[in-house]
Every structure is written in C-alpha cells, then in structure tokens.
C-alpha cells in the first residue's frame, strides 16, 4: 500500500506563489484535489503513469504546473498567480489507473495540507 506524504501549504498574498510536495513511493497516477469549507473535493491537476503527461482543470490552467522527480519519489504542485478563491485543502492521491480526473479513481490519499490566499 502506497503512503503520500504532502508539504508545502500554508498563506500567502493573492498573487503570490507556493509550492506543494506529494512524496509518493512506487510508479502511480498522482492528482491533486482540494477541498474548500463545507464544498465538494474537487479536481486539480494530474499526472499519469508511464509518460508523465498532465491534465489541469480550467480554473488552474496556465497558473499551475505539477511535475514529477522520480530520483525523489516527490509529485509538486507549483502554483503561481494564487487568487482567493484557491483557498482550500488540498490533497494528493494516487492510483494505479493510467490516469484520471476522478476522485473516485483513486486509491490513496495524502492527509491534506491548508493553503490560504488573502486578498
């Protein structure tokens, strides 16, 4: 059974930037959800097995990239021109699917790390 350990939350300025970190061990499907007070957990971005191709919801598209480090077992999610409306709890998860944009495609799942975007 696979472990994600996430890292990186935390608050920052509309605007700003962070990075979160998904530790992973093993080759699986890793997508990022997050999960606003009292709202649905919600789909973010992907990345599928094998090719390491990406898929991003339109509401993140163009302002953040998730990536692989295999030499680290590490999935990021940079995410840059952060706005309010991204605050959230967000997850990592993994599969052994090729890939997927479902929540309930996937197996396993991180504890979650708070990111706060104050206007």
């Known amino acids: 059974q696979v472990q994600l350990v996430e890292s990186g939350g935390g608050t920052v300025q509309a605007g700003g930037s962070l990075r979160l970190s998904c530790a992973a061990s093993?080759?699986?499907?890793v997508g990022w959800f997050r999960q606003a007070p009292g709202k649905d957990r919600w789909y973010v971005a992907s990345i599928a097995r094998i090719t390491d191709s990406t898929v991003y919801a339109d509401s993140v598209k163009g302002r953040f990239t998730i990536s692989r480090d295999n030499a680290k077992n590490t999935v990021y999610l940079q995410m840059d021109s952060l706005k309010p409306e991204d605050t959230a709890v967000y997850y990592c998860?993994?599969?052994?699917?090729?890939?997927?944009?479902?929540?309930?495609?996937?197996?396993?799942w991180g504890q979650g790390t708070q990111v706060t975007v104050s206007s």
């Open positions: 998860a993994a599969t052994t699917l090729f890939s997927s944009t479902k929540v309930t495609d996937y197996y396993y």
């Open positions: 093993g080759r699986y499907a």
